[in-house]
């Protein structure tokens, strides 16, 4: 059967099959993957397979996929950022303002496609049973940041409220009183990996380049760092206390 001949009976034009084979589009529901079924007589295998076609279609940079592959497996991340709430943490309206703000020229549909691909990956680091122990270190200004747009920030505040009260996270925040002076961590953001069989990792990632980084004095020195973020962070607890006085102030 042609491409032609599968979108006639399907009702769909031959170039998009065309795209959908060779991996350029993957169809946003199970409707299509219905209809080819149908039309091939498949007996439902292409449906199955439907799943796996979203898991593929996850637009993570390519700079960034060894990073992705290797957070999969780690034990324990250690997640330090000054700017932002790490894409692992964020709700998908605080993801969808920040991706739009950064991504100006892009079509909704790549939007939509960027904003899916870090829920889900959200859902697999932090939610699924296998996850790694996760400690974050945040700069206080990353969450004022948000009171322009105070149900973005109770949202985003919430989920993390919920992520560590449920022993998911644990999280500290870096006042914005500590001064430059004090300040380990103003070089920018960084994520260290650690593994059961394996030596720790970093990551750190700059404007459409990201690297991974296994060398034995980086990543030395970058986990010296998260020390010093952790000694003038607030604690545990206090953090917690700051979220929910956000939160009331907020309300």
């Given at each position: ?40 007589d ?10 796996d ?32 709430i ?6 998908q ?9 950064a ?5 909704d549909?790549t939007i ?9 990956r ?16 945040l700069?206080?200004g ?32 870096v ?44 990543v ?17 607890d ?7 006085g ?6």
């Amino acid at each position: 059967m042609t491409q032609k001949q599968l979108g006639d009976l399907i009702g769909i034009s031959d170039s998009l099959i065309g795209m959908i084979e060779r991996g350029e589009r993957v169809p946003k529901t199970d409707d299509l993957a219905k209809a080819f079924d149908r039309a091939l007589d498949a007996k439902g295998s292409l449906l199955q397979l439907w799943p796996d076609t979203q898991k593929a279609e996850l637009r993570y940079p390519k700079y960034a996929e060894s990073f992705f592959d290797a957070m999969r497996h780690a034990s324990i991340m250690r997640v330090y950022h000054p700017t932002l709430i790490p894409g692992v943490l964020q709700t998908q309206e605080y993801a969808r303002t920040i991706i739009r703000a950064a991504n100006t020229i892009s079509d909704d549909e790549t939007i939509d496609d960027l904003v899916f691909a870090r829920m889900e990956r959200r859902k697999e680091v932090v939610t699924e049973s296998r996850r790694p122990v996760i400690w974050v270190i945040l700069d206080e200004g990353a969450i004022w940041r948000m009171r322009d747009d105070p149900g973005i920030l109770r949202g985003q505040v919430r989920l993390l409220i919920d992520l560590v009260e449920s022993g998911r996270i644990e999280l500290q925040t870096v006042p914005t009183g500590v001064g430059i002076r004090r300040h380990p961590g103003l070089s920018g953001p960084f994520t260290i990996l650690s593994f059961k069989d394996a030596s720790d990792t970093v990551y750190v990632e700059g404007v459409g380049s990201g690297s991974l980084i296994s060398k034995r004095e980086t990543v030395e020195e970058i986990s010296f760092k998260f020390g010093k973020l952790q000694a003038v962070a607030l604690p545990v607890d206090q953090s917690l206390k700051l979220l929910h006085g956000i939160i009331k102030e907020n309300e």
